[in-house]
């Protein structure tokens, strides 16, 4: 038996939850991948499978297993890549993640720069405002906004500060009132970007010589930055959004900034724009070549 086919092939077993979708992907008959996880189950001593009529699902071993598997053929990849990646001239296959406001307003206007740039590079850009793991979705790089993980795993770049501003609506402001100070927020309509999962959420005022947290709440939660930022220009309540994105909108008097003096973060971390990608993709040309077109394009013109 192949050891390494039938652990690649029981983790597109376990991704896909058949052996047929498997196959599939694969490019292989259903046979041949059931013979396979027959056979390394019998190598193993144990079932990793649960068969049924309708679906393939793992048992607790199998669980157990392809999260290892995973890992290995992950860090196998990176062997594999770093090899191949080592030339003078970054080359193979790059899978980034991109944040969907950035990277519309700093990344897609320049994108045929590193692709002209690179052209031995094949880029894949998954554009997403969810942190998606990057072992289990194959991420060679994320570029993210906002407070950076706290995960041993990773590497991060930090790329620039990411001030942010709590600002509303004239509109709304003359009808439910400017608050005075960041507790005044309490009552009003905040508009919420989800940092993580529930509803919950605090914003953190630091002045020089004190800080002060409000819990907020509002009707609107979402994952995504224009949403808020159309949110708040209909004059539906407060958002807090990073000063990129809204500087225009406050210096023309659509949005107004409210308590200018204070940084202000979700949960009182610092906000980034980073990147962040695996050890093993440490040495990477490839991923370099894009974190440095990243850091080039912030500071270029639109």
């Not at 439910?176 to 959420?201: A, D, M, V, W």
């Not at 010589?209 to 509002?218: I, K, L, M, Q, T």
């Not at 909108?249 to 308590?259: H, P, Q, T």
């Amino acid at each position: 038996m192949d050891k390494l086919l039938a652990l690649r092939t029981l983790l597109a077993v376990a991704e896909s939850g058949g052996f047929t979708a498997a196959a599939h992907e694969l490019g292989k008959t259903t046979s041949s991948v059931m013979r396979l996880m027959d056979g390394l189950e019998a190598s193993l001593g144990t079932s990793l499978l649960t068969r049924t009529t309708r679906n393939v699902s793992l048992t607790d071993a199998g669980v157990t297993y392809v999260e290892q598997v995973r890992q290995v053929l992950t860090d196998l990849a990176g062997a594999d890549d770093s090899v191949i990646d080592s030339g003078i001239d970054p080359m193979g296959p790059l899978r980034v993640s991109v944040s969907a406001t950035y990277s519309r307003l700093y990344i897609a206007p320049h994108i045929t720069t590193f692709l002209k740039q690179n052209p031995r590079v094949k880029l894949e850009l998954v554009v997403s405002d969810s942190h998606l793991d990057l072992v289990s979705e194959r991420l060679d790089l994320a570029l993210r906004v906002g407070v950076p993980t706290a995960d041993d795993r990773l590497i991060v770049k930090r790329l620039r500060a990411s001030e942010r501003l709590v600002v509303a609506s004239p509109d709304y402001l003359l009808r439910e009132g400017t608050p005075p100070t960041p507790s005044g927020l309490i009552g009003h309509e905040c508009l919420r970007f989800i940092y993580k999962p529930g509803n919950r959420q605090r914003w953190v005022f630091r002045y020089p010589d004190r800080s002060e947290s409000v819990d907020v709440n509002g009707q609107l939660l979402t994952n995504n930055l224009d949403m808020l930022v159309g949110a708040a220009l209909g004059g539906h309540g407060v958002a807090l959004l990073p000063q990129w994105l809204v500087s225009a909108e406050v210096a023309s008097g659509k949005l107004i900034s409210l308590f200018g003096n204070a940084q202000v973060t979700p949960e009182g971390g610092d906000a980034f724009v980073y990147a962040t990608y695996l050890p093993n993709r440490r040495y990477s040309r490839k991923v370099h070549a894009f974190i440095d077109f990243a850091e080039r394009a912030i500071s270029a013109p639109g």
